[in-house]
């Protein structure tokens, strides 16, 4: 029997089957966190599994395939001058994941620096940043699609730990009301902690996720 997709549930699915059965350009705003080992393997770390990350470490990793997979399925799903908030540490931030985007049409138009307020691991310094890629849709514009103009680019927040790829709530919350209407559908492939469901319950908008750890039948 086919898994029936819910709105505002946390589905236990794959995302990737998730994106192939919704419907062309029928979703204003997306985020996507990818679950890839990035800082881990630049790093060097061999023992995280034992004594550092071990959550993290746990979790089913996606290749660059994958990834650019989904971003292909995020591309077809969102709306002509829809939103794309992707997570990426710093490697990939410095590296470029403008790779991932090739055949799309999606642009990239703007980047956050989320200080988590809390320092975590480093050889050299020490990590307390995260960064949010934002890319926009064809046709690239901002007047009625971009509604709230206070958000800075550095973005202050520290959350408790519910999930090892734990998101701040409250960021994702202005840029959903910047982004979106009240009512509005926002959909999340690779929910995780699912902040981005609270988010949608807190700003009044309907949420699309689900996670194979994370889920629920």
Not at 45 to 56: L, P, S
Not at 105 to 125: A, P, Q, S
Request: net charge positive; proline share 4%; with cysteine.
């Amino acid at each position: 029997m086919e898994y029936i997709i819910k709105k505002n549930h946390k589905n236990k699915i794959d995302g990737l089957t998730l994106l192939k059965r919704l419907e062309s350009k029928s979703i204003k705003t997306i985020f996507f966190d990818p679950q890839y080992r990035g800082i881990l393997d630049k790093l060097g770390y061999g023992n995280e599994g034992e004594t550092r990350g071990k959550a993290r470490s746990a979790l089913p990793q996606m290749s660059e395939l994958d990834i650019i997979h989904f971003i292909e399925q995020i591309n077809r799903i969102l709306t002509p001058s829809g939103h794309l908030f992707l997570w990426v540490d710093k490697f990939h931030l410095c590296q470029g994941v403008l790779d991932w985007f090739l055949n799309t049409d999606l642009h990239l138009v703007d980047l956050i620096t989320w200080d988590k307020e809390k320092i975590g691991m480093g050889y050299r310094t020490r990590r307390k940043s995260e960064y949010l890629v934002i890319f926009q849709k064809t046709p690239i514009r901002v007047k009625d699609v971009w509604k709230i103009h206070n958000i800075p680019d550095v973005w202050q927040e520290k959350v408790i730990k519910k999930h090892p790829h734990s998101k701040p709530v409250f960021l994702q919350k202005a840029l959903i009301m910047a982004t979106t209407n009240p009512g509005d559908t926002i959909l999340d492939p690779a929910a995780g902690g699912y902040s981005v469901f609270e988010a949608c319950q807190q700003s009044g908008r309907n949420f699309i996720g689900g996670d194979m750890r994370y889920g629920e039948d």
